[in-house]
């Protein structure tokens, strides 16, 4: 790790700082040199820059001991935990163009799953009835047969259940979490994670000890949707998260798939919503295939 990708991701380890805090660091100091050993940021007079009262000059940013934060990031190859910044050509071209784009990758598994097209976000209820489970072992074969990446967030529910149906299959998959790498949530999800964390691939935006906050799930809905050239709704209820990822997704000019459902379904209320408004119906793979299997959007 060179000086200033060190910095970096030392600055990132910072528990409160924000998106747009690192952005104005980096516009201001494109090469950290004013980040000194002490983890202080040495400012010229701008006022207002980082709400910073204008007779401090020095800001603090870290309440965590550097030393602690060292050891930490020394803790990650033996680990088998890699660190990819924005910097970096490992990095997702695709993830490149949403907005606010995650600083840092925090990333165990098969890293060569970041290099592979076409991915597609499956995304659904938690609590995934019988309809949605017989969607995706209907859907899911022909979409690994055409060697698609099945990009999810390991939560319980449809989530998992995708990975799993993906794995069965003999296919490739990629798991977004909130928190960090030493904290999968839910518990019950566990095992799926280990078992992918050797034979797929798991990412994160937060350091590998950040405990999931609530905020951290829309959060990473974006990286999901963002990895990936469409996303397919399977059962969501109105206002789901799911919905959010949807959201992310049309924002970012990608294809939105969803799956119909019973009006009498509390779980179709969602999906239902999101053909009403646009999305594509999807009864087969074929309906996906057709929009995506040549789409040029990730190619250079």
């Not at 606010?100 to 597609?120: F, I, N, R, T």
């Not at 935006?205 to 397919?232: C, M, Q, V």
Request: hydrophobic share 40%; aromatic share 8%; net charge neutral.
């Amino acid at each position: 790790m060179d000086e200033f990708k060190e910095k970096f991701v030392q600055l990132l380890h910072y528990p409160n700082i924000t998106w747009n805090q690192v952005y104005k660091l980096l516009k201001r100091d494109p090469t950290l040199q004013t980040l000194d050993c002490e983890f202080h940021y040495h400012f010229p007079p701008m006022p207002n820059l980082l709400t910073i009262p204008q007779e401090s000059s020095r800001l603090p940013l870290t309440s965590i001991p550097t030393d602690t934060i060292h050891e930490q990031i020394r803790q990650y190859k033996p680990n088998e935990i890699s660190v990819i910044t924005i910097f970096d050509k490992e990095y997702p071209r695709a993830l490149k163009e949403i907005y606010q784009p995650p600083w840092v990758l925090y990333a165990k598994g098969d890293l060569s799953l970041l290099e592979k097209e076409p991915m597609l976000a499956v995304v659904g209820s938690r609590q995934a009835t019988q309809y949605g489970k017989s969607a995706i072992r209907l859907i899911f074969p022909e979409l690994i047969e055409h060697n698609f990446v099945i990009v999810s967030g390991l939560a319980k529910g449809i989530d998992a259940l995708a990975h799993e149906q993906t794995i069965r299959l003999g296919g490739r998959t990629i798991a977004v979490i909130a928190g960090g790498l030493y904290h999968i949530y839910p518990k019950e999800n566990i095992p799926l994670a280990t078992h992918m964390m050797k034979t797929q691939l798991i990412l994160s935006e937060y350091p590998p000890d950040t405990k999931p906050l609530r905020w951290h799930f829309p959060a990473r809905n974006r990286i999901i949707s963002g990895l990936s050239a469409g996303t397919l709704i399977i059962e969501a209820k109105r206002k789901s998260g799911s919905l959010i990822t949807a959201n992310y997704a049309v924002h970012e000019g990608r294809e939105v798939f969803s799956l119909p459902g019973s009006i009498f379904n509390p779980c179709s209320g969602g999906t239902n919503e999101l053909i009403q408004q646009g999305a594509k119906l999807v009864t087969s793979a074929k309906d996906i295939l057709e929009e995506l299997k040549y789409l040029p959007l990730f190619k250079e």
